[in-house]
């Protein structure tokens, strides 16, 4: 194999990295890629390359997938895309195969949401198209930017005095169960 791959050019060392699905930087070298090449071709045989400073991650459990995902994040949300104008909340489901999140939030509230929820707003984008003039000829030509599509304002979490005057407020109201 060795023999083989080195008789090749630059350019066909490139073209089987391509079909390989191999990442390379545009300046690389001969002896490099190469290198990379019968990297990926030992470890597809099942002899793993071992890579100087990064630990083997070990496969993540449905349980501490989920536990991961449900951490909360206080916060307060507030709608700039138009297309929430109107509405008092967003309703948003995130995840994978196998442990999904998600609720809705409404606006203008202080809230606990999930990470990935939080996240996932925390990404979103609109774009908002305006029309300008050119003063040379008079024609209009749209400008078009990418805005957040939401407010997110990050509180502090609870503190154990607030958390037990909110748990005694709820058992007043009966809005939890107490622990019969």
């Given amino acids: 194999m060795n023999a083989y791959l080195e008789e090749k050019t630059l350019s066909e060392l490139r073209v089987i990295a391509d079909e390989l699905g191999l990442e ?3 300046n690389i070298g001969k002896v490099k890629l190469l290198e990379k090449i019968q990297a990926d071709e030992l470890a597809v045989e099942g002899k793993p390359t071992e890579v100087q ?3 083997a991650k070990k496969k993540e459990t449905v ?3 989920t536990k991961r995902m449900n951490i909360l994040r206080r916060v307060v949300i507030s709608a ?3 297309q929430y104008k109107g509405r008092n909340g967003v309703s948003l489901k995130v995840g994978n195969s196998k442990v999904m999140v998600g609720k809705f939030i409404p606006f203008d509230t202080v809230w606990h949401i999930q990470e990935p929820i939080y996240k996932s707003l ?3 984008r609109w774009r908002e198209t305006k029309f300008k003039s050119d003063p040379a000829t008079g024609n209009k030509y749209p400008v078009t930017t990418m805005r957040p ?3 997110i304002e990050e509180l502090p979490p609870l503190t154990r005095p607030e958390l ?4 005694a407020e709820q058992a007043a109201r009966g809005s ?3 622990g019969e």
């Fill in 24 to 26: 390379y930087p545009g």
């Fill in 53 to 55: 400073g990064i630990k």
């Fill in 63 to 65: 349980a501490e997938m």
């Fill in 80 to 82: 700039n895309d138009p």
């Fill in 122 to 124: 925390k990404a979103k």
């Fill in 149 to 151: 599509a939401f407010v």
């Fill in 164 to 167: 037990e005057k909110l748990a």
């Fill in 176 to 178: 939890i169960p107490n």
